[in-house]
């Protein structure tokens, strides 16, 4: 399978918690995003990277959110101290970059966080 | 900022019924068009985009034309199957850049088609 890969699919965590996702974007892709969706919403964007360089955060990033990409290759997401608010789909979704033509964005199947 | 408008579902439709979900956009410049579908259990997928006012996307008998005059990109099919149920987002990209930066996405629209 060479689609965008992420890990876990569901994660049940208890308010105060840490967790952590990871998404293995499609091996050539260099740009990589993350979104958060909430019932009912559409998908909202948090962050991207250009390999290894996060370059854009939304505001909805708060200081507890923290996203790294060392390699320019897999990423990984945390949150601190969750929040029940924080509970949602996070979606990761890959691009390749080039100039001049469309690049369209891949998406994950997601991870589902539930706190508790 | 951008923002995407689209209409609230759920609808329920015929199999062989024809399909209209409505999408309006805000952006500045000349944004990037797409509809992108979610099938149950899966993950989104693109299904059309338009790139410049006036371009027409389609694929699998879904069509969507870039109206720039009436800022909105509403996405048609002539004739629906039950495998067309899923849900519907509208979205849109930075100007200029194509589907290679940030997208916004509407609320979706769930689409359910009966036999």
């Known amino acids: 399978d060479t689609g965008v890969s992420q890990d876990p699919r569901h994660k049940i965590t208890k308010r105060g918690q840490n967790v952590t996702f990871r998404c293995d974007p499609i091996s050539e892709h260099n740009r990589l995003y993350w979104y958060r969706q909430t019932l009912g919403q559409g998908p909202e964007f948090l962050t991207y990277?250009?390999?290894?360089?996060?370059?854009?955060k939304s505001r909805l990033l708060s200081d507890r959110f923290s996203a790294e990409r060392p390699k320019g290759s897999f990423s990984t997401l945390e949150i601190q101290r969750t929040e029940q608010g924080d509970s949602a789909m996070y979606l990761c979704?890959?691009?390749?970059?080039?100039?001049?033509?469309?690049?369209?964005?891949?998406f994950g199947p997601g991870t589902r966080l539930t706190v508790l | 900022g951008n923002s995407v408008t689209q209409m609230e579902g759920p609808v329920t439709l015929s199999e062989e019924a024809f399909l209209t979900i409505n999408c309006t956009y805000t952006a500045t410049g000349y944004p990037s068009l797409f509809w992108y579908v979610q099938y149950p259990g899966e993950g989104l997928q693109l299904l059309l985009k338009?790139?410049?006012?006036?371009d027409k996307g389609s694929n699998k008998g879904f069509e969507a034309t870039y109206r720039k005059e009436t800022t909105s990109f509403h996405l048609e099919k002539g004739s629906v199957q039950v495998s067309d149920s899923a849900v519907y987002f509208c979205a849109l990209s930075k100007a200029g850049t194509g589907g290679g930066n940030k997208l916004t996405f509407g609320t979706g629209t769930q689409l359910k088609v009966e036999l």
């Open positions: 990277f250009q390999n290894e360089a996060q370059l854009e």
């Open positions: 338009a790139t410049k006012a006036d």
């Open positions: 979704a890959s691009s390749l970059v080039t100039a001049g033509l469309y690049n369209e964005q891949f």
